[in-house]
């Protein structure tokens, strides 16, 4: 028999408890044998409970009267997702208890259709009030006290500010590939088919007062527009790139920075990525966008494996971290991250920094970024370089809005705006004898 869609919610949701993956990837996983409409419910799901998990958490430990067992912990996803569609999603209430009572047996405890059954029915007595009462700061802002403890420490002034931006849905932002169209042609096409939109603060960027489906956004298929944060987008333009530059693109993929950067010139770019199927994404969007690339699978930081010893002109370095800038769109980011998985994220983007820079020409730039909000990975992590390499210049960016830090620009998640996002742009100088720079 068909596993129903509500199953695979409770499993998804189970994986994710147990740190198994990501969700884009268990959604992907778990959509496969799923029609377009249970997909989209699958999604819509999922994500409405990691936006709400602690306080989902938290009401589910008021209904049950004893904790469940560690063996038994799918019947607490089970109720998560019950809980998720009666308190949030205004599903119809017979429908939703009696389809999670049956998930119960489809994951081999039918012995608990009367627990499930109990708390649910539980739940739609007391909901208005349950939904009202949060005990924690955890329940309150929906984030781990770990990191409601960096953000306030890190942004004192805003850290209110960025905890219910990351609870809120983002706005959908396209870039224009300026080789195909104007942003004012592409505003007026869409404008003429009713669609509201704005132009974005970043030169190419659009943002749609209300999000649309990708594949049938118009221009898409035939590469006249991308989706793409206008904060990320920023990237290409401080970077700057110019006709004949030959840059590296060093965690590339999928592949927006590099498409942005080839809309912008006529320069010869290397992408690299460590993940050969991520890779895989970059070459769609060359190909859509009528652009090309050099493509490479490799580690970054191991640079004998992948580079010819030609430096670079430019580098574009975005990297992998702790994604505390994008919790409004990756909202599992609030349950995957801990403080011991930002220590090694901190540490492996060391290394690739250290690696890079080796690749980069004298009088070359070039440009780290992150779409983290934490300190740890941005300012701290640049200064510590500057101590470490002589011969690398922190270069002031003044074309950029954000708050200016000492060692970079930091955008902050906004409501209308961009995502989370830092920016440092270094330059290489000569290096003297004594290893200082000239
Ligand atoms: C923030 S994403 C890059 C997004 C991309 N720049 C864009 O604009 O579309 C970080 C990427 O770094 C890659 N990555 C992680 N560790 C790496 C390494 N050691 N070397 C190269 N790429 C790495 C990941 O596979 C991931 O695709």
């Given at each position: 028999m068909k596993k129903s869609v509500r199953a695979h919610a409770a499993e998804?949701?189970?994986?994710?408890?147990?740190?198994?993956?990501?969700?884009?990837?268990?959604?992907?996983?778990?959509?496969?044998?799923?029609?377009?409409?249970?997909?989209?419910?699958?999604?819509?799901?999922?994500?409405?409970i990691c936006r709400e998990w602690f306080h989902i958490q938290e009401?589910?430990?008021?209904?049950?009267?004893?904790?469940?067992?560690?063996?038994?912990?799918?019947?607490s996803s089970i109720v998560r997702c019950g809980i998720y569609e009666l308190g949030w999603m205004g599903s119809k209430?017979?429908?939703?208890?009696?389809?999670?009572?049956?998930?119960?047996?489809?994951e081999e405890r039918p012995w608990a259709r009367g627990l499930v059954n109990a708390v649910l029915r539980q739940f739609i007595r007391k909901k208005s009030e349950?939904?009202?009462?949060?005990?924690?700061?955890?329940?309150?802002?929906?984030?781990?006290?770990?990191?409601?403890?960096?953000?306030k420490i890190s942004w004192p002034e805003h850290w209110e500010q960025v905890l219910v931006e990351n609870?809120?849905?983002?706005?959908?932002?396209?870039?224009?590939?300026?080789?195909?169209?104007?942003?004012?042609?592409?505003?007026a096409r869409i404008k003429a088919l009713g669609i509201d939109a704005e132009q974005g603060s970043a030169a190419d960027s659009v943002r749609l007062s209300r999000p649309l489906a990708v594949q049938s956004l118009e221009g898409f298929a035939e590469g006249v527009?991308?989706?793409?944060?206008?904060?990320?987008?920023?990237?290409?333009?401080?970077?700057?790139?110019?006709?004949?530059?030959?840059?590296?693109?060093?965690?590339?993929?999928p592949g927006g920075k590099t498409c942005h950067l080839l809309e912008m010139a006529n320069s010869h770019i290397i992408a690299l990525d460590i993940s050969e199927k991520r890779l895989s994404r970059i070459?769609?969007?060359?190909?859509?966008?009528?652009?090309?690339?050099?493509?490479?699978?490799?580690?970054?930081?191991?640079?004998?494996?992948?580079?010819?010893?030609?430096?670079?002109?430019?580098?574009?370095l975005d990297l992998p971290c702790s994604a505390t800038g994008v919790i409004r769109r990756n909202p599992d980011v609030r349950l995957m991250r801990s403080e011991t998985s930002?220590?090694?994220?901190?540490?492996?983007?060391?290394?690739?920094?250290?690696?890079?820079?080796?690749?980069?020409?004298?009088?070359?730039?070039?440009?780290?970024?992150?779409?983290?909000?934490?300190?740890?990975e941005n300012q701290h992590q640049i200064k510590k370089f500057l101590d470490r390499h002589k011969d690398a210049q922190l270069t002031a960016i003044t074309n950029t809005p954000g708050i200016n830090t000492e060692f970079g620009i930091q955008h902050l998640p906004t409501h209308s705006g961009g995502d989370g996002f830092f920016y440092s742009l270094l330059v290489k100088s000569e290096p003297s004898y004594d290893g200082v720079s000239a």
């Open positions: 998804v949701i189970d994986a994710l408890q147990n740190q198994q993956s990501n969700l884009d990837v268990l959604i992907r996983k778990h959509s496969r044998t799923l029609a377009e409409n249970e997909k989209k419910f699958l999604q819509s799901v999922c994500y409405g009401i589910e430990s008021l209904l049950l009267d004893k904790p469940l067992k560690a063996r038994d912990q799918i019947l209430e017979h429908a939703v208890v009696s389809e999670y009572v049956d998930v119960t047996v489809t349950l939904k009202m009462e949060r005990h924690s700061a955890q329940t309150l802002w929906n984030h781990p006290q770990w990191l409601i403890d960096t953000i609870n809120v849905h983002p706005p959908m932002t396209l870039r224009v590939n300026r080789r195909r169209q104007t942003r004012n042609d592409y505003l527009v991308s989706v793409q944060d206008e904060s990320s987008q920023w990237a290409s333009v401080i970077l700057d790139p110019q006709n004949n530059e030959r840059i590296l693109d060093a965690c590339a993929a070459k769609e969007n060359l190909v859509r966008l009528g652009l090309r690339a050099e493509l490479i699978a490799a580690d970054a930081s191991h640079i004998d494996s992948w580079w010819d010893q030609q430096h670079f002109d430019a580098i574009m930002l220590k090694s994220l901190i540490g492996m983007q060391t290394m690739i920094l250290d690696a890079t820079w080796e690749t980069l020409k004298v009088g070359g730039r070039l440009l780290v970024t992150t779409c983290s909000i934490l300190p740890q």
